[in-house]
């Protein structure tokens, strides 16, 4: 269901960039182990599920893989951006897809996994979002978030993303929290190469010099050797770990039965 576009939002990207950059993400060796970690913690967290709605899905690159592992599952994804969710439609055969505002999401009760991949920190009002995606579990339901994390890392690359913030732990945690979930597991992602990554982030802070596409289109024989990386830190959280720090910060949670906060 393609709505008509939010004006709020609708020219805040370049949409013909924007594109290029979603498209470059999806081979990304970052994207991939992303998704990797997405679908194994939908298995492992919420194996009952039979509905998953992402909310802020862009142009399919999480839809489409869970799509591939879990055919049984009914897939709708959410976009505000026109231009996104158009090519979102052309590329995710099985799923429904809708435009709104996270802000604003059109269901109540209706999902039994809801996720927000890197989309949460794009919008200054981010504990209505968590509530919004709280109203639509059914009670029991489960929550997938990843966001960008260490506020010291801002760059010129969190700018042109138009994010408003990057996340601590802490935070995070208090937010969900406050929005009524359970939380089940936290840990960190992007550990080992945290160290590469602030010193690109240091090397990012001039905004006129900075290549957006630059980070994504690396050369095969670098990404090679980080993707390796990433399925070490993958098996690492599978076993149990959850590791101290990171680019990105992963939590899984749940809407409590009873409906009611936790910290109540």
């Known amino acids: 269901m393609l709505a008509a576009p939010v004006p ?32 194994w913690s939908i298995a492992e967290y919420f194996p009952d599920a039979q509905s998953f709605l992402e909310v802020g899905c862009g142009i399919g690159i999480v839809l489409r893989a869970a799509r591939r592992e879990f055919p049984h599952l009914r897939i709708a994804g959410g976009e505000i951006h026109t231009a996104s969710l158009e090519l979102a439609a052309a590329r995710t055969g099985g799923v429904d897809l809708f435009q709104f505002d996270g802000r604003r999401i059109p269901f109540e009760e209706e999902f039994d996994l809801v996720g927000c991949f890197d989309v949460l920190e794009q919008v200054r009002d981010d504990e209505l979002v968590l509530a919004q995606m709280f109203s639509a579990l059914r009670p029991g339901g489960g929550l997938i978030l990843s966001l960008p994390q260490h506020p010291r890392l801002w760059s010129a690359a969190d700018v042109w993303d ?7 732990k802490g935070e995070t945690m208090r937010k969900v929290v406050a929005a009524g979930f359970e939380i089940l597991r936290v840990t960190s992602f992007v550990f080992f190469l945290l160290p590469l990554m602030a010193i ?4 990012a802070r001039n905004l006129d010099r900075y290549d957006p596409l630059g980070e994504l289109e690396l050369a095969p024989w670098l990404q090679a050797p980080l993707a390796a990386v990433l399925r070490l830190e993958l098996g690492l959280i599978k076993a149990g770990v959850s590791l101290p720090a990171g680019g990105s910060l992963v939590v899984i949670a749940r809407r409590p039965v009873s409906g009611t906060s936790w910290s109540s």
């Open 162 to 168: 138009q994010h408003v913030r990057r996340y601590t």
């Open 8 to 39: 709020e939002f609708e020219h805040a990207f370049d949409s013909d960039l924007l594109l290029r950059m979603r498209l470059a993400e999806e081979k990304s060796f970052w994207s991939q182990a992303r998704s990797r970690l997405i679908v």
């Open 200 to 203: 690109s982030r240091l090397r």
